[in-house]
């Protein structure tokens, strides 16, 4: 027994000690991209040295800290500099036998123990200690001296097992004195600014800002920093530079170059609220430039205006249209459906905000979501609401499957929910609804609802029919009796001309 048990933990120990191996095969690179977009910028006598890194670089930082490489690995920037026409004072790997910790260390850094932004970007700082250990001045002689940089990675081995493998250097930045003399002089503005609306994971708005770069400006941002600031207004409202400052509007990122940002008007705190269905936003983009020793920023002018006024749908049939033009002017048309083409099945997120939309129009009430949030599939605040006023329940205890088409007897029962939330003392019998041939058709859950609705002329049926749903494969596989957008909304407008009591 004790050699079988002894066998069984040498086989269970070279299990393990293979699958330990198995886990970090990865091959150990044969060179390395450099870095990016390398600058260098004054701020009060320290300066900060910002770079873009390589997807690459980012991924090997990510092999070097989960331990994915043959070889055990570290990854390391190293920056070189020199004063004037000075010598290259080189910074040596940490394995170089000329490695110093009293100056070297100011002037490397484990990639793994850096921030790196969403852009690439990374960013660390050098005082005059750094340079020279006698130099307590506190600031850089800029006008007088020129300093430049250059920069680079090495991946190296912990235990000697590869040779040290560097990347090409970076781009050289320099600053002070004559840096810039043939630097611009202005800036040319973004071109092409384009505006979309997106929801973060709990259905919150926000907008997605893309622009063109000119080259003119690429270029310029090798002298010295180029980044953006964004301008924007509500309506006919005054331009944010316009009623505060430019200090004020939203800037780039690490103040970097780039031709794409986010905003978010309410987490900068330029608004309360951001409501798409009932205000047009407006977006400007500028560039600014931060010559390093004339101590005046250059800005440029304002790129075209983007704004996101979008019409109501891109496609509809000819009945649908003027219900859906009323729909609109109403303010009925939540913004998960503006633009969109209602001649598609609606799905049930779809369906849960546009029935919130009409709640709140027609009561003049805000729908308050349910909390805590039951479902695991979505998080959007909009059905939690639907679900808090019982307009909608889950296709389980779990799971709401917001994706998922609706038919005409889910669609009428939903919409009868909404009407019992809005006004819960109203006439709900069925007496003298008309009877459908396909009634039997109707689930028994949807029955009452189907006949309220019908009876009072809010969902009609065709010759005799009210075709709740598909009963046959080949009805499910034609999409027989699924709703669409567009009678969804055409419902929402009946509804709330019938039941509106806030007056609008």
Known sequence: ?????????????????????????????????????????????????????????????????????????????????????????????????????????????????????????????FVTWHFDPNDISGSFDLKNNTYYFRMRYVLESNYSEFNSIYSPYSSEFAIGKNANSNAPTKLDPPTNLKVEVKKDNNGKPYFQLNWDIPNSVAEADKFFPVYHVIDFKIGNGQWLS????????????????????????????????????????????AFEGEPTTSGTNIRSGFSNIASTKVQAYSNASNWAKPELDKANDYGLIPGILKGADMTKP???????????????????????????NPFTDTKNTEILKAYNIGVTVGTSATTFSPKTLINREQMATMLSRTIRAMVPNADFSTAG???????????????????????????LGSNGNFMPKAVTPAQEAEGYARATREQAIAMSVRTFEKYNSNGN
């Open 1 to 125: 027994m004790l050699k079988k048990i002894i066998s069984f933990s040498l086989i269970l120990a070279l299990i393990l000690s293979c699958g330990i191996y198995a886990s970090a095969e990865k091959p150990v690179p044969k060179s390395l991209d450099k870095p990016d977009s390398l600058t260098i910028r004054d701020d009060d006598g320290i300066l900060r040295a910002t770079w873009t890194n390589p997807q690459s670089i980012i991924q090997a930082t990510k092999d070097v800290t989960d331990g994915e490489y043959e070889q055990n690995a570290s990854l390391y920037y190293l920056f070189d500099w020199k004063k004037n026409d000075g010598n290259w004072n080189v910074c040596p790997s940490p394995n170089d036998p000329n490695f110093n910790d009293i100056p070297h260390g100011y002037f490397y850094m484990n990639m793994p123990n850096i921030m790196i932004d969403n852009s690439g970007t990374s960013e660390t700082f």
């Open 242 to 285: 316009e009623r505060l400052s430019w200090d004020w509007m939203p800037v780039a990122p690490s103040q970097q170059l780039q031709s794409s940002d986010t905003l978010d008007p309410v987490e900068k705190q330029l608004t309360d609220k951001v409501v798409i269905e009932e205000n047009v936003y407006y977006f400007r983009v």
């Open 433 to 459: 609804a008309p009877i459908f041939n396909d009634e039997k058709h109707i689930s028994a859950y949807a029955l009452e609802h189907v006949k309220y609705m019908s009876k009072n002329g809010i969902i």
């Open 346 to 372: 609606i799905t049930r997120e779809e369906f849960a905000e546009l029935a919130v939309k009409l709640y709140e129009k027609t009561t003049g009430n805000a729908a308050q979501a349910t909390s805590p």
